[in-house]
């Protein structure tokens, strides 16, 4: 049981990044129906630009987060402009492999210019360790969590009540009625864009911090992980994204602990072919019928 | 208020649109009739910048609008309900009807016309907070309707409203849209139901297969023999 409760509690530190990271994949996806394989990699970008400016402007943590997620942004936005909007009546098939080859432009530019190798991120948060009877519970989990959770609620808030989250719902549901209601389309994908990347960004500063490590091909396995999350809360769903990012933490960390932790990654994919044989739309996925 | 001219339209090497010339004065209704695929929809989708046209003009009120995009001409006061409704079946009845409104800052404004769409469809007032995909074909025309109008359009462009209704609920639309037009709103009306269509517009045209045919008052087509045998099953 305790080993359980302390799986779970690791579970839920790493699904919240997880969690972060799909809903970047999620809300591309629900706005322009591309799987932006890239976004991994932004979340790479992300991690480095926090280890710069920890590193060598000595800043802390709340700074290299905000600046981190800016950073992020700003290249969701030039990333769209550049790679996909050109592409925006192209097939999605055209789309999809331009989100490959940006996927591979990213890691390997960063590679050029940071090296291959693997870089340890500076102390900023404090890994003392709190013990609940027998379950430990790391104060960086703490802050791991509780950042995911503010971050969250600031995008269901964004979503749900202010105009541009409405352009983003009324874009994702239907381009042309919504360019019929005077919204711009092309700022309304922008913002998107943005919004997603920023909580990559985040996501690679708070995964440099837990693992202490970063390299310019971190992205790939979460970037991956975080799409079967997004695939299993069912893709183009926000509150789906949260609920898979946290089930894929759990369930690698219970597969790690219970059975062997070299099963985990194979444990995820293989759950993503059952979700995908079973019940393919997820489990918040849109399912709507229409109605004459 | 709105001139079309000599407007042509391609979707690839399909020639959707040839010389089209079509014009809506200020106050009227003017209904464009034709087949399935004859160009009705893509007319309108051109006016209001969801399709780009190859040649051609579109002017309102004496402003070229032909480039412009399609959230511009929504706030030149330019407003179309779509074909198949196309509300945000997700989103609630009230929030559809806020998205109508979205360029308007006008708050307390908007709160007059969101009542006043429900005076026009009281069904709306009773399911404002339901979602709009759960409503009934007719309720859903009614809210695409309703959405339409919260931009307060000068001109309003209506693809199909009869679609998929039951008869006594085109007449109720039909009334409606009459109403709507004797406010001082100006209606282009896109139909298939011809004989509905011609018996509520001041003028009509004829489209086939991308060109106007013919065009009169909507008396005056409902009498034409060449009416009478393609559009409204007469002998």
């Known amino acids: ?292 | 208020m709105l001139q079309i001219k000599n407007l042509n339209v391609h979707y690839g090497v399909i020639h959707a649109l040839k010389d089209v010339n079509l014009t809506v004065n200020k106050g009227e209704i003017v209904t464009l009739i034709g087949a399935n695929g004859a160009g009705k929809t893509t007319t309108l989708r051109t006016i209001s910048g969801l399709n780009k046209a190859t040649s051609g003009d579109i002017i309102l009120e004496g402003t070229n609008i032909t480039n412009l995009l399609a959230h511009q001409r929504v706030e030149m006061k330019v407003s179309q309900v779509p074909e198949g409704r196309r509300i945000f079946p997700e989103m609630s009845v009230l929030e559809n009807l806020e998205l109508g409104a979205f360029l308007r800052k006008d708050k307390n404004e908007i709160k007059k016309d969101i009542d006043h769409v429900y005076d026009l469809f009281p069904i709306l007032g009773k399911r404002k907070k339901q979602t709009a995909g759960t409503l009934s074909g007719g309720e859903q025309q009614m809210l695409a309707m309703g959405r339409a109008l919260m931009s307060r359009p000068k001109i309003l462009l209506l693809d199909e409203p009869s679609m998929g209704l039951a008869p006594l609920l085109v007449r109720e639309i039909f009334e409606i849209i009459k109403n709507i037009n004797s406010t001082g709103t100006t209606i282009l009306l896109v139909e298939q139901n011809a004989r509905m269509a011609l018996s509520i517009a001041h003028r009509a045209y004829v489209i086939e297969t991308g060109s106007i045919v013919l065009s009169g008052t909507g008396e005056e087509l409902s009498k034409s023999d060449e009416i009478q045998k393609a559009y409204l099953g007469g002998e």
Request: net charge positive; hydrophobic share 55%.
């Open chain 1, 1 to 292: 049981m305790e080993q359980f409760l302390q799986q779970m509690v690791n579970g839920i530190s790493l699904g919240s990044i997880y969690a972060l990271i799909a809903l970047g994949y999620t809300m591309v996806y629900g706005i322009i129906k591309l799987i932006n394989f890239a976004h991994g990699d932004v979340y790479m970008i992300g991690a480095y630009v926090g280890f710069a400016v920890t590193t060598y402007a000595n800043l802390g943590f709340f700074p290299a987060l905000i600046i981190s997620m800016a950073s992020c942004a700003v290249l969701g936005i030039v990333v769209e402009r550049i790679a996909y909007k050109p592409l925006r009546n192209s097939s999605r098939i055209a789309v999809l492999i331009t989100a490959i080859g940006v996927s591979l432009l990213l890691e390997y530019v960063m590679m050029f210019f940071v090296g291959a190798e693997v870089r340890s991120y500076p102390k900023l948060l404090s890994d003392k360790a709190i013990n609940l009877g027998n379950i430990v519970i790391n104060m960086q989990q703490v802050y791991i969590v509780v950042t995911s959770v503010v971050l969250m609620i600031i995008l269901q808030f964004i979503v749900n009540k202010t105009k541009i989250g409405k352009s983003m719902r009324a874009v994702s549901a239907d381009k042309d009625a919504a360019q019929l209601m005077g919204i711009k389309v092309d700022k309304t994908i922008s913002f998107t864009f943005a919004i997603g990347s920023a909580l990559a960004g985040a996501g690679g500063v708070l995964v440099g911090i837990y693992y202490n490590s970063i390299d310019p091909l971190m992205g790939v396995m979460p970037g991956l992980k975080a799409f079967v999350a997004a695939v299993f809360g069912g893709i183009g769903s926000i509150p789906g994204a949260m609920i898979g990012g946290l089930s894929i933490g759990v369930m690698e960390t219970l597969v790690s602990g219970y059975g062997n932790s070299m099963y985990r990654d194979a444990a995820v994919f293989a759950f993503l072919i059952i979700i995908l044989i079973l019940k393919p739309s997820g489990l918040l996925g849109k399912n709507t019928k229409e109605k004459v």
